[in-house]
T-cell receptor, first 116, second 116 residues
Framework: GAGVSQSPSNKVTEKGKDVELRCDPI?????LYWYRQSLGQGLEFLIY????????KSGLPSDRFSAERTGGSVSTLTIQRTQQEDSAVYLC??????????????FGPGTRLTVL | AQSVAQPEDQVNVAEGNPLTVKCTYS??????LFWYVQYPNRGLQFLLK??????LVKGSYGFEAEFNKSQTSFHLKKPSALVSDSALYFC??????????????FGTGTQLKVEL
């Protein structure tokens, strides 16, 4: 079956512009996660969606970052007024269910964001 | 707070020799532990996990890991390394409490290089 897909694979933008990153999770997975991977920072948790529950936004670095998940499936991560420090690879993952914590997460290939 | 330490940025091993990639963790309660591998320009792939039960966990591609509660460690091992095992390896932990969400905390990664 299809894995987690993300688009675009690469995004180059100018400082101050808004960007939208998309994630299509594995069908049937109720939990969806966004992480950021950057040099020197490792993998950082950004946000977690579980079913219809309120998302865990505790990892979002600033109010310029937001995410939504429509219909319990596709998710969009939006970064407003991008800054150079936002340059990173943004990874999306999904899992069968989030509440037990036992299920492994399946990762997409990532979106490499470069802010000039 | 939960945390993971991967003390080695890089591990070099000759093909055919055993390999170990080290991981130690810190959580308040019982840990759920995961190993992921990342090949260049790819997302993370799940290797194995420890939730409960037998301390020796076997995973994909011949990898295994041993949970040691007293040493708070979860080292990744393989009896005979292959050049194709060369990649970036991440250890991750989640505190095993219900209702606590499913946020994974990752280590900084260990680059494994297997040489002929």
């Amino acid at each position: 079956g299809a894995g987690v897909s993300q688009s675009p694979s690469n995004k180059v933008t100018e400082k101050g512009k808004d960007v939208e990153l998309r994630c299509d999770p594995i069908s049937g997975h109720t939990a969806l996660y966004w992480y950021r991977q950057s040099l020197g920072q490792g993998l950082e948790f950004l946000i977690y969606f579980q079913g219809n529950s309120a998302p865990d936004k505790s990892g979002l670095p600033s109010d310029r970052f937001s995410a939504e998940r429509t219909g319990g499936s596709v998710s969009t991560l939006t970064i407003q007024r991008t800054q150079q420090e936002d340059s990173a690879v943004y990874l999306c993952a999904s899992s069968l269910a989030g509440t037990s914590g036992r299920d492994e997460q399946f990762f997409g290939p990532g979106t490499r964001l470069t802010v000039l | 707070a939960q945390s993971v330490a991967q003390p080695e940025d890089q591990v070099n091993v000759a093909e055919g020799n055993p390999l170990t990639v080290k991981c130690t963790y810190s959580v308040s309660g019982n840990p759920y532990l995961f190993w992921y591998v990342q090949y260049p320009n790819r997302g993370l792939q799940f290797l194995l996990k420890y939730i409960t039960g037998d301390n020796l966990v076997k995973g994909s591609y011949g990898f295994e890991a041993e949970f040691n509660k007293s040493q708070t460690s979860f080292h990744l091992k393989k009896p005979s390394a292959l050049v194709s095992d060369s990649a970036l390896y991440f250890c991750a932990v989640r505190e095993g409490l219900t209702g606590g969400g499913n946020k994974l905390t990752f280590g900084t990664g260990t680059q494994l290089k297997v040489e002929l």
